[in-house]
Structures are given as structure tokens and as C-alpha cells.
């Protein structure tokens, strides 16, 4: 046969369009597409028939934190390059970036994306990427960006909160114009981490420790105002900046007011502002412990209508997981993340802050059928490409340009609905905060590169460790690529 593979009777759907089309796979490649009908079975050694669901580029998810050790201070992350990527590509995604974290006692990032890279080599079910992830903008961090973008790295991560990994507004102006001159993009987590310091000793004082005082810990106005900083230090030096796992209404209004003025100011968004509350935080014993993330699931349906319109009239630019469980309970170190000698009923500061979500993200999006299915995708895969420089390799179905990675769904109302439960999920966590969830649809089949990694019905994760490969990627598609030299003397 001539393809590898053909889908037959698909909706196929992009950022751009939907239709009914067959498409052929030939080397791991998207070879065509065709009016549904026109490609014999008998063309290709593999045959799909999507008996008329959706067939999308699959999931990526710009936003997943795998191996890390507890940078936080505390716990480290459940999830290594196997279980993390196994269960992504049962979820769908068939692409991650994850963060490559440098700690504040090593000087090169090199030595850093090294030491991540041998970590994932061989272990990966689906395709990879990293975020260098910046705590200590030395001199020599700074020279290396030239030589992170050489590796296929375009963006980095830092923080505005948590003392480990705090930068101050100096660093974050040194930050930034290196990423400028380097054609790197860089992503803010917006929180103040001072306001936080402050806050969380007053409920301290008060012997207020329970999980549920760790979203009272961080209000909307601690998000919303390091968002608005974080915009006028990228202003200041004219170079595009992505607000990671914006949970605020007040803080998506100020993007909206930046992105409204024309600065290049992009926007992400996970599903635990869509589907969690401050409520999820609030159960008995340290049971709430499991929905503690940052920033935390804010008040209930006011917010979450809020984000679900960003997400719709673009202010967010990607949907991610933001996946960063952690082991509460750790053998290893013999210690309970959250209990210390002092706080032996457990203290909501010392809980690290992450839950799982990167197999859940697709299917709880798509079930609650808020978006069209190209607003899916724009959202869910075809966006984090370009923001991130992966486009159109990956995020479209480009005849002769982009890789065979999809997600086919199942036909409409052909699945009952169904609760979410964690013994279903393939990730290395004893819970998913969705746990008796109903949802309707779930990936039915994912390929990469042409090979088919999850068949649910058929064996499941039908993929193999190792198959996953790292991608380079290049400077990011959504903004212009050669700005003018950054100068004291226009100001
Ligand atoms: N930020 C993240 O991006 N992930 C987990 C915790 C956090 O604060
Ligand atoms: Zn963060
Ligand atoms: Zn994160
Ligand atoms: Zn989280």
C-alpha cells in the first residue's frame, strides 16, 4: 500500500476550519486530505474509520512538571517522563513542554536543560519539549540564552513568588531584555509573593492553617497585581511575555487591557479555574490538601463564566494542565509533605502546591461543549505551537509539513456519560481532583508520528516508552521575529 495509515469519514477539525475529510499518513507525515470517500481502504496498511467524530491535531500541553526535585521546599513531583507522558498521551496529547528548573545554586543553565534532558532521554510515550525554568539570573545565565536557543529552547519561566525561586523587579528587567535579544519568550507566574508572606502570617497569628486558608492566602488582588507588573516590566522593554495559570477575573481584565493596547501580552489558563472552587479546598481532615495549587481555585460560578469568556473572546491564548502533583506521603524521605513537628495537624503553607491534570484536560474540556471544536484546537494545540515555536510541525494537519499527531474522538453521543475515576487515569498519583466527575467524551484513539500510542478500546496505551523524541523548537510565530535595538534614549 502506498500510506501507512488513512482516517477514514472524519470531522476533521483545525484552528481554522472543520469539515469531513480523509487524510493519509505517509512517514510519520500528514499527506493529504481529501473529501471524505476518495481514499480506498486498500491505499494504506492501516485503516481508522472515524465513523464521522472529530479527528484533531493532538493536545499539546505547554504547561507539565515532571521530575522536578521539591523545588518548592517541599515534596517532589509524582510524575516522572514515563508515567507523565503515558498519561498524556491517554488523554490525548500527543506533545508536552516541561520545565527544566534551575536551583538557585547552579549557575549554568546548560548544566540544567543537560541534566533534565538525560532525564527524560528514552523514557518519553509522547513528544517533548522544555521550559528553562529561572531563579538565579546570573551573568553567565544571561550569555546562555544565546546557547538555549541553539539546543531548540524559546522560552524560559520565572517567578514573582516563593522565596526559592522569588526574582525580584531588577532581575526581571534583566530577564527580559536578554529574552529579547534572543528571541525567547518568557512566561510569568504572576503572584506577589511579599502580599502572600504577609497574608499568610496573619492567618498564622490567627492559628488559621487548614487547606482552605491557602486560597485565602493568595486573593485575586495578590494575582491581579503582580499581572499588571509583570505587563509594565515587559512594556518597559517591548518584548512579548505569556501570563502562566491566570485563575482571576480582576487578572484576565488586565491582560485584556494590555492585549487591547497592542503590547504582546499572552495568556494562559488551566481547567482547574474552569471546574474548581475555593469549596474543593475546603474538606474534612487534610483530604482538601489534594486541590491545593497555585494560584488557588477561586469563589465558585462567577469566576469560572469569567474565565470560560477569556478563553472564548481571546484573551487566553492556550488552555494547558499546568500537571504538578507531588507526593504527599514520600517513602523515600520517610516524610509527609504538610505535617511538620510544629504543625502536626498539618499546615496549609507547607502543602506543595500542584495537582494532576495533564490526561484529564482535553476530556474535561471538550465535555463541557463550551467552545467550538476549532476554538478547541486553536486553544488546546494549534496556539501553544506558535506561542512556542513548534508550528506547524505541530498544532496543524499540513499536508508535507506537519507531523502525524492526532486526536480522534468518538462519534457524537456514542459514549454514555461517565465519571471520571482515578483508577482509569495512567499517571503515578493516588487521586485526580475530578474524581466522580460525569463527562461525555474521551480520545478514542492517539497517534504521533503516524503511530497509533493510545487505543482505548483496543489495549489502551498501545504506545511505546522511549518512542518519544525531544523537538526543537524555534522563537515563537506570534509576534514579530526582529525588533529594533532596545535603547535608554527613547524613554
Ligand atoms: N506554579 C506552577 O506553575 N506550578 C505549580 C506551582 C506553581 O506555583
Ligand atoms: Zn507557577
Ligand atoms: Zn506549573
Ligand atoms: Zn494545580
Known amino acids: 500500500p502506498f500510506y501507512d495509515c488513512i482516517v477514514l469519514n472524519g470531522t476533521v477539525v483545525t484552528a481554522a476550519d472543520i469539515g469531513r475529510y480523509d487524510l493519509a499518513i505517509k512517514d510519520g507525515k500528514i499527506m493529504l486530505l481529501a473529501p471524505a470517500g476518495h481514499l480506498a481502504r486498500t491505499s494504506a496498511t492501516r485503516v481508522i474509520d472515524a465513523e464521522g467524530a472529530y479527528v484533531m491535531p493532538g493536545g499539546i500541553d505547554a504547561h507539565v512538571h515532571l521530575a522536578e526535585p521539591p523545588l518548592f521546599g517541599k515534596g517532589r513531583t ?89 526574582l525580584r523587579d531588577n532581575q526581571i528587567l534583566d530577564v527580559l531584555l536578554r529574552a529579547r535579544e534572543t528571541g525567547i519568550t518568557t512566561m510569568i507566574h504572576a503572584e506577589n509573593g511579599d502580599v502572600l508572606s504577609w497574608m499568610t502570617k496573619q492567618l498564622e497569628d490567627r492559628k488559621l492553617l487548614a487547606p482552605k486558608y491557602h486560597a485565602t492566602s493568595r486573593p485575586q488582588i495578590l494575582e491581579s497585581e503582580a499581572t499588571n507588573r509583570a505587563i509594565a516590566l515587559g512594556e518597559l522593554i517591548d518584548t512579548p511575555i505569556l501570563i502562566v495559570h491566570v485563575s482571576s477575573p480582576s487578572a484576565a481584565q488586565v491582560i485584556r487591557q494590555a492585549q487591547t493596547k497592542g503590547l504582546p501580552v499572552y495568556a494562559e489558563t488551566c481547567p482547574q479555574y474552569l ?143 461517565f465519571p471520571i475515576t482515578n483508577s482509569a487515569l495512567h499517571h503515578n498519583v493516588d487521586y485526580t481532583p475530578y474524581e466522580a466527575r460525569m463527562i461525555s467524551q474521551w480520545p478514542r484513539y492517539t497517534l504521533i508520528r503516524g503511530e497509533v500510542v493510545w487505543d482505548r478500546d483496543n489495549g489502551g496505551v498501545v504506545g511505546r516508552k522511549g518512542y518519544g523524541q525531544f523537538i526543537k523548537r524555534d522563537r515563537s510565530s506570534l509576534t514579530n521575529s526582529n525588533p529594533s535595538p532596545w535603547t535608554v534614549e527613547s524613554f
Open 275 to 417: 471546574f474548581l472552587t475555593r469549596d474543593d479546598l475546603d474538606k474534612p481532615g487534610f483530604e482538601g490538601a489534594k486541590c491545593v495549587c497555585s494560584p488557588p481555585p477561586r469563589q465558585g460560578p462567577e469566576d469560572h463564566e469569567a474565565i470560560w469568556a477569556g478563553l472564548k473572546n481571546g484573551t487566553f491564548t492556550i488552555l494547558s494542565s499546568d500537571h504538578c502533583p507531588f507526593i504527599y506521603d514520600d517513602a523515600e524521605s520517610g516524610k509527609k509533605a504538610a505535617i511538620t513537628p510544629e504543625f502536626p495537624e498539618g499546615h496549609f503553607k507547607y502543602i506543595p502546591n500542584g495537582c494532576p491534570g495533564v490526561e484529564t484536560r482535553l476530556a474535561l474540556t471538550m465535555s463541557a461543549d463550551r467552545l467550538t471544536p476549532q476554538k478547541f484546537v486553536e486553544l488546546t494545540s494549534a496556539n501553544p505551537a506558535k506561542l512556542y515555536g513548534l508550528y506547524p510541525r505541530k498544532g496543524a494537519l499540513i499536508p508535507g509539513l506537519s507531523d502525524a499527531d492526532l486526536v480522534i474522538w468518538y462519534p457524537s453521543d456514542t459514549l454514555e456519560p
Open 78 to 166: 509524582a510524575d516522572d517522563y514515563t508515567t507523565g507522558t503515558r498519561s498524556a498521551v491517554a488523554g490525548g496529547t500527543t506533545t508536552i513542554v516541561s520545565f527544566a528548573p534551575q536551583e538557585k545554586s547552579e549557575s549554568s543553565l546548560l548544566d540544567v536543560l543537560n541534566t533534565t534532558a538525560e532525564k527524560a532521554a528514552d523514557q518519553a510515550y509522547c513528544d517533548y519539549s522544555f521550559h528553562l525554568l529561572i531563579s538565579n539570573p546570573t551573568a553567565q545565565a544571561l550569555d546562555e540564552f544565546t546557547a538555549l536557543r541553539e539546543r531548540g529552547i524559546s522560552s524560559i519561566k520565572i517567578y514573582m513568588t516563593y522565596e526559592a525561586l522569588q
